[in-house]
């Protein structure tokens, strides 16, 4: 009963199409092999790496516009998905940038990833030059710049494919269309509420400065202007650091099952999933420029840190930069499953092209 069940759990990570054709002579000979000694973690592990090569590769799928069509809608989704989990967490991972030296808490003019005029925080003014920056500071400022425009750029990149999704579907036969376009901007809406929760609990997070003090009339002695904090909300902080990743991982795990229901039912014309298709691709292809920026983000900060043992500079930090190892194994992984996904679309797409695209 143990190895028929591993076997029949392996045998379901198979398509549908590849389990109607195939499962049953498979499935006797796998337990033949397994009756005559060998292992079944071996013969699992085949079934397994078989269930990849058959979802990505399609080897012997028939012919069928409408199993080709809905492999390709899959590909498309398991393509863009993998960036919904992991590119809100890379912006947690990394946290808020803040600048620091030996002295204190640094200020600077200009924007953020070319910092100058730099400044030590003091309680009186006027305040001192701060260190210049460590070499390895740039590096850590222009990668984190990266990390963020990348991100921006392929969410604008999904905004404009999930519309196309819509679009496609209100023009479909669907008798369920209206459901499936909701289901398929559901995504979107708990991005956003994501994005605005994070800027809500940056705001009562971190307090301003006033400037208070100066001279005084009479005899009183003169007393030096000085910065007094305001406007942090440590209770609302509090509610907001337990909120926030709660409504983002219900929304994560909301949004891969509506994607997966939109993407599965929607019935799309050719040159709909031929768009879908070139999304995914872009998609694929800027995860994967995130993952080389966050990667030299985390490798410019340890370099930084060891620049900032030997001398004095100005330093950038980040919030979380522990999780920076575990978060870019995660970001190997969404990559790697997002580069399949959108290479199985395009294969699946150059079929339909050839066979259905006249």
């Given at each position: 009963?143990?190895?028929?069940?591993?076997?029949?759990?392996?045998?379901?990570?198979?398509?549908?199409?590849?389990?109607?054709?195939?499962?049953?002579?498979?499935?006797?000979?796998?337990?033949?092999?397994?009756?005559?000694?060998?292992?079944?973690?071996?013969?699992?592990?085949?079934?397994?790496?078989?269930?990849?090569?058959?979802?990505?590769?399609?080897?012997?799928?028939?012919?069928?516009?409408?199993?080709?069509?809905?492999?390709?809608?899959?590909?498309?989704?398991?393509?863009?998905?993998?960036?919904?989990?992991?590119?809100?967490?890379?912006?947690?991972?990394?946290?808020?940038?803040?600048?620091?030296?030996?002295?204190?808490?640094?200020?600077?003019?200009?924007?953020?990833?070319?910092?100058?005029?730099?400044?030590?925080?003091?309680?009186?003014?006027?305040?001192?030059?701060?260190?210049p920056l460590a070499p390895a500071a740039r590096l850590v400022l222009y990668a984190a710049a990266a990390v963020m425009l990348l991100f921006l750029v392929t969410f604008v990149v999904?905004?404009?494919?999930?519309?196309?999704?819509?679009?496609?579907?209100?023009?479909?036969?669907?008798?369920?269309?209206?459901?499936?376009?909701?289901?398929?901007?559901?995504?979107?809406?708990?991005?956003?509420?994501?994005?605005?929760?994070?800027?809500?609990?940056?705001?009562?997070?971190?307090?301003?400065?006033?400037?208070?003090?100066?001279?005084?009339?009479?005899?009183?002695?003169?007393?030096?202007?000085?910065?007094?904090?305001?406007?942090?909300?440590?209770?609302?902080?509090?509610?907001?650091?337990?909120?926030?990743?709660?409504?983002?991982?219900?929304?994560w795990l909301v949004s891969i099952v509506c994607v997966a229901v939109a993407a599965r039912r929607a019935d799309v014309a050719p040159s709909d999933l031929r768009f879908g298709r070139?999304?995914?691709?872009?998609?694929?292809?800027?995860?994967?420029?995130?993952?080389?920026?966050?990667?030299?983000?985390?490798?410019?900060?340890?370099?930084?840190?060891?620049?900032?043992?030997?001398?004095?500079?100005?330093?950038?930090?980040?919030?979380?930069?522990?999780?920076?190892?575990?978060?870019?194994?995660?970001?190997?992984?969404?990559?790697?499953?997002?580069?399949?996904?959108?290479?199985?679309?395009?294969?699946?797409?150059?079929?339909?092209?050839?066979?259905?695209?006249?």
């Open positions: 009963m143990k190895n028929r069940s591993a076997i029949d759990w392996a045998l379901r990570c198979y398509p549908a199409w590849w389990r109607e054709r195939y499962a049953d002579e498979v499935r006797l000979v796998s337990n033949d092999l397994t009756a005559e000694g060998r292992s079944t973690a071996t013969v699992t592990v085949n079934l397994l790496g078989g269930a990849v090569r058959a979802r990505t590769r399609a080897p012997g799928m028939p012919k069928s516009y409408g199993l080709w069509s809905t492999r390709t809608r899959v590909s498309i989704a398991a393509a863009t998905l993998p960036w919904m989990v992991v590119a809100p967490v890379v912006l947690i991972a990394m946290g808020n940038q803040t600048l620091r030296s030996h002295a204190g808490p640094v200020t600077s003019s200009g924007i953020s990833f070319l910092p100058t005029d730099l400044q030590v925080v003091t309680k009186h003014l006027p305040w001192v030059p701060a260190p999904l905004i404009s494919g999930w519309s196309g999704l819509t679009s496609a579907i209100r023009h479909s036969s669907s008798p369920d269309r209206r459901r499936l376009r909701l289901l398929a901007w559901v995504p979107v809406l708990s991005l956003l509420t994501d994005i605005a929760l994070v800027f809500a609990q940056n705001a009562v997070r971190y307090p301003d400065y006033r400037m208070v003090g100066g001279s005084v009339a009479g005899n009183a002695r003169f007393v030096a202007p000085h910065l007094v904090p305001y406007g942090a909300h440590p209770a609302e902080a509090r509610a907001l650091a337990v909120i926030v990743p709660t409504v983002a991982g219900v929304g070139s999304v995914a691709t872009i998609v694929a292809s800027l995860f994967a420029l995130m993952m080389v920026a966050y990667a030299t983000w985390g490798v410019g900060l340890i370099v930084q840190a060891r620049q900032a043992a030997d001398g004095n500079f100005t330093t950038v930090g980040f919030s979380h930069p522990a999780l920076w190892l575990p978060t870019v194994l995660l970001l190997a992984v969404g990559v790697s499953v997002s580069g399949m996904s959108a290479w199985a679309a395009r294969s699946s797409w150059k079929v339909i092209s050839l066979t259905y695209v006249h």
